[in-house]
Each structure stands twice: as C-alpha cells, then as structure tokens.
C-alpha cells in the first residue's frame, strides 16, 4: 500500500501541475472564438465599389524551402505594376480564407478572433481587403503616396514599391478577450500575416520588405484610417530590380 502511494503521488502532481499550466494566468482560459462573438469595434466599409479579385491558385512552382531560402528584405525595385492576379495572391496568403466552413484564415490568430485589417496603397488609390468574398473595398481614388512616404520616413522602398500593403491592429478585438495580453497577441499575428506575405513574394518572383519605422499618425492620416484601426507594418511589394549583368 505505502509503495502504491509512493507512485502514484508523482503522478498526481504532474497532472495538477500542468492541468494548472494550461491555464493563460493573465488572459483567461478561452482560446476558441465564441460562437456568435461580435468585434465591438469591427468597422463596416462597403459604401464604395468593390472589386472581385480572382481566385488565388493554390499551387506554385517553387517549394516552400526555397522560398524560405530565397527570401530578402528587398528595398528596390522595378516601376512595372502588379498584376490583380498577384495582389489576390499576396492577400490571399496574408488573411485569405482557407477554411470557408469555419472561416478560418491563413494566418493563424489567437482565439480566432483576427485583429487585423489589411489596407492597399496604390498609385490609383487606397483600398481595403475584405477576406470574406476574397474583394477589394475602394476607399479612394487620389494617390496618396507621397503622405505615406513622409509619413515612412522617405523610405525608399516605400516610394519604390508597386503595392504597399499596410497592416493595421485593432486591438480591441483582442484585448476584450485576453486583457493586456491581447496586444501581444495581435503583434504576434501581423508577423505572422506578413511572412506569409514576403514568402508568396518569393514565390510569385517579386520581393518585399518589413517596414516598421514609420510614424503611426502619419499613415492614418494618409489612408484616413477608421479610429482604432492602428497601422503596425508597412510591406512594400514590387518586382526585384533587375542585377546587372557581370562584364
Ligand atoms: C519588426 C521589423 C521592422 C523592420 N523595419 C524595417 C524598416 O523600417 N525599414 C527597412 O528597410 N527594413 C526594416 N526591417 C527589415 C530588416 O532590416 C531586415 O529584416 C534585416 O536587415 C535582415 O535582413 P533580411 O530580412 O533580408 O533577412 C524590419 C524588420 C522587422 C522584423
């Protein structure tokens, strides 16, 4: 009997312990999305047009592991446009829906409740992506990029780049859930997004950058953000400048 006991307590407190570990002690214990939850600071977008974007392709030419490989932090590049067919895939791997029964997204997020609001700046506008439907909201038509450029500091690859996609947090959606550790949580995710970004880059032949150093007030400006939607990456997107041939 006493040598039952001798065993058995070792094992008793291994699954106390951990049953107490899997527990988040700062943001509570839900990491599923509620059903029927509703972001209290989701933002309704739609007055303008909409423009459908084609149905991204779901196999490529290069393997993961090269474009991992092949992946640079690219700041030149070519003035030649992106084609809709590239900004549906790039989009597509940022936030696109991959699970259409349960509306679960390519990137992964925390408790499903996806923070993030992806916005396009192009030179004939500003646009917002609209994962369900796969579509793009036109905000506006005037070309804002010289404000974003400012705002970025005059970075290069910002005034280069064919598309800069820009991601915004809204943090709320999160931090209702998980308190403070939402906004970790959300920062999280944008990494997340923006690699899948940079790596379909890779494998569609163009490059792209992450851009943190920019002034947050000034690219809400530029894009005349809905309040609570906080830009935290700029990701230029372009073909790669040609290398010049070695005489
Ligand atoms: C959070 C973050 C912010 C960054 N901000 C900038 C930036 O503002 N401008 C820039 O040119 N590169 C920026 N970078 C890119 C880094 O300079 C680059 O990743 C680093 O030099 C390593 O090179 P690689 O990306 O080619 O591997 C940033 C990278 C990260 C992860």
């Given at each position: 009997m006493k040598k039952c006991v001798l065993f058995l307590?070792p094992v008793v407190l291994f699954i106390v312990i951990?049953?107490?570990?899997?527990?988040?002690?700062?943001?509570?214990?839900?990491?599923?999305?509620?059903?029927?939850?509703?972001?209290?600071?989701?933002?309704?977008?739609?007055?303008?047009?909409?423009?459908?974007?084609?149905?991204?392709?779901?196999?490529?030419?290069?393997?993961?592991?090269?474009?991992?490989?092949?992946?640079?932090?690219?700041?030149?590049?070519?003035?030649?446009?992106?084609?809709?067919?590239?900004?549906?895939?790039?989009?597509?791997?940022?936030?696109?829906?991959?699970?259409?029964?349960?509306?679960?997204?390519?990137?992964?997020?925390?408790?499903?409740?996806?923070?993030?609001?992806?916005?396009?700046?192009?030179?004939?506008?500003?646009?917002?992506?609209?994962?369900?439907?796969?579509?793009?909201?036109?905000?506006?038509?005037?070309?804002?990029?010289?404000?974003?450029?400012?705002?970025?500091?005059?970075?290069?690859?910002?005034?280069?780049?064919?598309?800069?996609?820009?991601?915004?947090?809204?943090?709320?959606?999160?931090?209702?859930?998980?308190?403070?550790?939402?906004?970790?949580?959300?920062?999280?995710?944008?990494?997340?997004?923006?690699?899948?970004?940079?790596?379909?880059?890779?494998?569609?032949?163009?490059?792209?950058?992450?851009?943190?150093?920019?002034?947050?007030?000034?690219?809400?400006?530029?894009?005349?953000?809905?309040?609570?939607?906080?830009?935290?990456?700029?990701?230029?997107?372009?073909?790669?400048?040609?290398?010049?041939?070695?005489?």
């Amino acid at each position: 009997m006493k040598k039952c006991v001798l065993f058995l307590l070792p094992v008793v407190l291994f699954i106390v312990i951990t049953g107490m570990n899997s527990k988040d002690k700062e943001g509570g214990t839900k990491m599923a999305p509620e059903k029927g939850e509703k972001s209290p600071t989701l933002h309704s977008f739609g007055d303008g047009a909409v423009i459908q974007l084609p149905a991204p392709r779901l196999k490529g030419e290069m393997s993961l592991e090269e474009c991992i490989q092949k992946r640079r932090s690219i700041r030149s590049f070519e003035p030649r446009k992106l084609t809709l067919q590239e900004i549906s895939q790039l989009l597509w791997a940022m936030q696109g829906i991959t699970d259409e029964r349960q509306g679960l997204r390519a990137a992964p997020s925390a408790g499903a409740l996806y923070p993030l609001e992806i916005y396009l700046v192009k030179d004939d506008g500003v646009y917002h992506y609209e994962p369900h439907g796969h579509r793009l909201e036109v905000l506006g038509t005037k070309d804002v990029r010289d404000e974003l450029v400012s705002a970025a500091l005059r970075q290069s690859s910002v005034r280069q780049a064919a598309v800069n996609f820009v991601i915004c947090a809204v943090y709320e959606r999160v931090t209702t859930r998980y308190g403070e550790k939402g906004v970790r949580f959300t920062d999280m995710e944008a990494g997340h997004a923006a690699q899948n970004l940079h790596l379909e880059a890779v494998a569609l032949g163009l490059a792209s950058v992450p851009v943190g150093a920019f002034m947050e007030e000034g690219v809400a400006k530029a894009l005349s953000l809905p309040k609570g939607h906080r830009p935290i990456y700029i990701l230029p997107v372009g073909e790669p400048v040609k290398q010049k041939a070695e005489k």
